[in-house]
């Protein structure tokens, strides 16, 4: 039995709704992610810097 046109766009509209949403949420999880690599990534650049000038000329 084939629904509706009406039905079958409706479900269509909801599961790519849900799909973008679910985007949405795993960019928003990277994006907060990704900051502290970067200072982490920063953080070391320095440290480095620093033990060469440490280093005995």
């Known amino acids: 039995p084939q629904l509706p046109r009406q039905l079958q766009l409706q479900s269509r509209q909801q599961q790519q709704q849900q799909q973008q949403l ?20 920063r953080h070391q650049r320095l440290r480095q810097q620093l033990q060469l000038q440490q280093l005995p000329r």
């Open 22 to 41: 679910q985007q949405h949420q795993k960019q928003h999880r990277q994006h907060r992610r990704q900051p502290q690599q970067q200072q982490r990534q």
